[in-house]
T-cell receptor
Framework: AQSVSQHNHHVILSEAASLELGCNYSYGGTVNLFWYVQYPGQHLQLLLKYFSGDPLVKGIKGFEAEFIKSKFSFNLRKPSVQWSDTAEYFC????????????FGAGTRLFVKA | EAQVTQNPRYLITVTGKKLTVTCSQNMNHEYMSWYRQDPGLGLRQIYY???????DKGDVPEGYKVSRKEKRNFPLILESPSPNQTSLYFC???????????????FGPGTRLTVL
């Protein structure tokens, strides 16, 4: 069965620190990959997505992610976090030849200290 | 304004009392989906619909029903709610979910359901 694993459930950083959130998925076929963010009290919104081409994708608010097919990974990065990045981050996978299910990871809660 | 709306936003009910959570989108999207969000488990897909009259089970469909009679609406029905269905529910829609024309999923604001 398809699954998505996010390595860190809680991350605490100081402003200006660099961020990397891990995401690994288990599926051998073609996938679409996403990172969504949920700010406190708000609904999920898309940070970035990958479905083909350049494996390094850039999203909103200075976030980027790299798809490494050989490692089944899609890690999220940001060089310098801000207090306003405090949120919960979800990695998600859609397996294109596995129907149209979308599998989400358990989420990573990021807290950025001012 | 393009959006996904859900009603109600908050609901407290008792075991066995049938309820419906409505979901509506104004973007003419083909794909709609329901998720539940539980601490430590992330979002789990309940049901999804590729278009009118086309629905399929997600990972956790037990205890839920859906229907898609109109493109814009995708209600979630709990025929006999139980306490283990206490959760935060999100509806989402997307123009399509496959191939190079893929678009992101747009999420509603969520419905917090408590079943006593």
């Amino acid at each position: 069965a398809q699954s998505v694993s996010q390595h860190n459930h809680h991350v605490i950083l100081s402003e200006a620190a660099s961020l990397e959130l891990g995401c690994n998925y288990s599926y051998g076929g073609t996938v679409n990959l996403f990172w969504y963010v949920q700010y406190p009290g708000q609904h999920l919104q898309l940070l970035l997505k990958y479905f083909s081409g350049d494996p390094l994708v850039k999203g909103i608010k200075g976030f980027e992610a790299e798809f490494i097919k050989s490692k089944f990974s899609f890690n999220l990065r940001k060089p310098s976090v801000q207090w306003s990045d405090t949120a919960e981050y979800f990695c998600a996978v859609n397996a294109l030849d596995g129907g149209f299910k979308t599998i989400f990871g358990a989420g990573t809660r990021l807290f950025v200290k001012a | 304004e393009a959006q996904v709306t859900q009603n109600p936003r908050y609901l407290i009910t008792v075991t066995g009392k049938k309820l419906t959570v409505t979901c509506s989108q104004n973007m003419n999207h083909e794909y709609m989906s329901w998720y539940r969000q539980d601490p430590g488990l992330g979002l789990r897909q309940i049901y999804y619909s590729m278009n009118v009259e086309v629905t399929d089970k997600g990972d956790v469909p037990e205890g839920y029903k859906v229907s898609r009679k109109e493109k814009r609406n995708f209600p979630l029905i709990l025929e006999s709610p139980s306490p283990n269905q206490t959760s935060l529910y999100f509806c989402a829609s997307s123009q399509t979910l496959a191939g190079p024309s893929y678009n992101e999923q747009f999420f509603g604001p969520g419905t917090r359901l408590t079943v006593l």
